[in-house]
Each structure stands twice: as structure tokens, then as C-alpha cells.
């Protein structure tokens, strides 16, 4: 069983999911802290509700990134956290959290990485024409939306789709795809080599893996 801390600044959906998971046992893991840079993040609300450990560390009481990541990375200590995950973080890391975190700290990116990273890639993608989006969890590098993939959902776009109702397609499945990640990195099945991530599990296992993580239509 891993300790899980979740990183938020706002509304936390992914972070809902996540915790469902582990609630339910479908995932090897604890929640033992949800820090956020955000007071009122709704996130911190549900979090509370469902009884986990909560810290606030707003980034403006902070004179530099490094002093902020720093004292994340003391509480995470604390709490002893095996894996963190950022939910909706909006904030670049500084090196000081992705080398103590290295190759266990997840970010889900709601797009086919390497393709449209950064902000408002939902909009980017229908303004883009693009026929096939998605979402994307990878292990947090040195660059922004860019470390080793641990798994990829894919999500077709349907003509006349907005911005606002790709996203709403996508998150469906950023719901499905984040808990399947982090269960693969709590079970200890991913290796890193190079910008690559090896799976430890048999082929069948991961076709149905591939079958929970397609749209086949239904979400339109
Ligand atoms: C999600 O689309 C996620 O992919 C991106 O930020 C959004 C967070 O949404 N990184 P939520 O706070 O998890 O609802």
C-alpha cells in the first residue's frame, strides 16, 4: 500500500476520482494529504468532507517557486508519501519537487502528449481540426507536459464540438485514465527507460486495459 498525496488548485474532479478509487480498493494506495496553493480550492472542501488531511500553502506567501516547493516537499515528508499526484496543479514545479519525487510524481494533461501541451489545449484542439483528442498521464520531468507516458486515453471529436464540450468528453475519461496510472505506479509496475515507460503486465492485461480506455462513441 502506498501513502498518495494529491496536489490541486481547484476543482478537484480528478482528485474525487482518485480517491474513489482508492476508497474502493481498486487502487493499492492511501491518500494521506491533499495540499493546495489555492485557498477555497473547491478540492479542499471534498477532500475534508471524505475525512483526509488537508494543507494550504497559497504561493504568493512564498519569496520564490523554490521556497514554495519546499515546503510542500517538507510536508510530504511528514506525511511519508510514496507517490504524489498533481490534479489540476497549477502551478510549474521547481526542481527541488521533481527530484525528490522522481519517476513517482503523475500529471494528468488533457491531451495526446506529445501534441498541444501547456494551457487551453482542449480550445487549441478544435481550433486545430483535429479528429482525435484525449488525455494523457506522464511522470513529471524537468519540462512542462513532457516526462515518460504512463498511459493515454483517446477521444474522438465530433463536428460542431466546442471547446466546452471536448473538454466535457475528455474529462470523462481523464476520470478512467488516472486512477488506471496510478494504480500501475502503486503496484510498481512501471519501469522507466530512457523517455519510455515499460509496463509489467501480460498483453491481455493490458488489452483490457486499452478497452476501458477507448471512447467507443457512448460519451457522445
Ligand atoms: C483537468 O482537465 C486536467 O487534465 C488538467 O486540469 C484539469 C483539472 O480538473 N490538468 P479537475 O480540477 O481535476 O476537475
Redesign the pocket.
Known sequence: MKNVAIL??????????LLGAMERGEVPGRCVLVVSNVPGA??LEEAGRRGIPTVVLPHGDFPTREDHDSAILARLMEAQVDVVC?????RLLSPILIHAFRNRLL????ALLPAFPGLHV?RKAVEHGVRFSG?TVHLVDEEVDHGPIVLQAVVPLWPGDDEAAL?AR??KF?HRLYPAALKLVCEEKCVVEGRRVRLLISDEEYRNLLRTLMDTGETR
Open positions: 490541486v488548485s481547484g476543482r478537484g474532479s480528478n482528485m474525487v476520482a473547491p478540492a498533481l490534479a489540476g496543479y497549477m500529471n494528468i494533461h488533457p482542449q488525455c473538454s475528455i474529462l481523464e
